[in-house]
RNA sequence: GAGGGGGUAGCUCAGCCGGUAGAGCGCGGGACUGUGGAUCCCGAGGUCGCGGGUUCGAAUCCCGCCCCCCUCCCCA
């Protein structure tokens, strides 16, 4: 019997869904304010759909397509979110701007490896209809704002438009066709520049262009004061203008959250359909991989639509964040239930009332168990304390003759009985010290 | 696609110069008869990844295969 679940697949515990939870709701609750609504799709999409979208490796190697016995026909399970939004879009035509939020698992057919599984969850934030700075500011702002909800702190967004380095490399060394050097270029971070020399040199590329491109990955400029140096040097290029301009408007919108924001120069992003401004959030100091990323992708609906509509969207991976989030020790999984009252039966006589309680208690909106194995009082105890819950009621004949309630609050190890007409005003105010995202 | 590590109870693992399986934790029950995640006792649960070979006998040796994890590649 095969009980794990494939290489890559996952199967999640209460702890870990718990926590899983917290990120995800954090996100939402950030979508939802900056009025994004959501929507889903299906997991599986026609086969055409996917194709000439994402680039050739992805589309060959990577991603779950299979042909349906029933049908024929071919399908293929989303590699993102972004590409069946663009395929939604085209079908409703929704008024502009479209914003939309989109959780959910998205499939890969990569090797699995630490922070890579083949099945994971991705939340997405896209704009339809703004071809302006403003579009990608909200969503960089955005973005700022859910990783300070999460409780990051050491977080950067690097900020890149790809017509920048495209205007650079046509004025330099008359290319065209870049996508491979762009992806090159994309691991500076990860192989350094000799690496990226060694990779530039398979691609056929003669010794003058390759020393030019390093020197040009290799520049620094600020997005707060020298990025205009590229317009001087570049005047008259309308690539390297547009691109430039692009960013100084996105980060003037930010205002003062630019501080959370860095330019670079080598950040490409490998998928195909990004046109403009890219970014990505990495975390600082924890060698792991960026935790979400995004752009602009102008011709991208066209593909569906037949008339073009400028989008622009971003990206959180949920297991970085996770991943981060507890290498960083921000997150843990510490919380094991969600359960806060156990109401403890001590006896077949008071299971009655016990239950009674319970119900009470549900309908005010705590979150309860009680004995269904006709436990012994002992083994209720146990069980309470294994799995961490942390209010016990203790409902004996005493408290049955005297209608009142024994509270047990683990945490302080307190303990009170009080009249039961007393009882969810006491739960209530407990509630505030020991309880968070209900 | 390449390299490394590993597959024995639900989990972590021990056993492995061959003699038909163990521990801790967890799980179920009991003692204990209301301030206790304690202590004690009992119990369930394993075709030792799969197949073949050597042998009187294999978790243990040999061969093949499968699966999982990590790294690279690739990609976010």
Redesign the pocket.
Known sequence: ??L???????DFEPKDMILRKRVISALENIFLRYGYDPIETPVLEHWEVFEGK??K??ET??MYKFKDPWSDKWFALRF?LTVPMARFFSLKHPSLPFKRYHIGRVW?H????????REFW?ADADIVGSPYPEADAELLELSIDAMLKLGFKNFVIKLNDRRILRGIFEEKLALKNDIEIY??I??L???GYD?VRV?LNKLGLNKRAVDKILEIISREYNVTDNINELIDEFSGNTNVEKGVSHILDIVNVLGFKRKYVTFSLN?V???DYYTGPVW???IKDIGI?????GGRYDDLIEKYAGTSYPATGT?F?VE?LIDAGKLTGIFKTDKITFTEIYV?S?STK?FKISWEIARELRAKGFFVRVDL???????Q???A????IPI?L???????STNSV?I?V??T?E???IARDELIEFLRKLNKDLYYDK
């Open positions: 019997m095969y794990k679940p494939p290489s890559g697949f996952r994402y680039g490796e992805a190697k990577l993102d890969r990569e090797r699995p490896q630490k922070g890579r599984y991705q992806r090159v994309d691991k971070d990860k192989i690496g990779e950040l992003r490998g998928l990505e959030i990495v991989g960026s935790v979400a990323g990206s991976g970085r403890l001590m008071t194995m006709r436990r012994s009082e002992r083994k105890r146990e069980y304390s294994k799995k961490e016990l203790i409902i004996g004949e005493k408290e049955l024994t047990y683990r945490k190890g303990r009170l009985t």
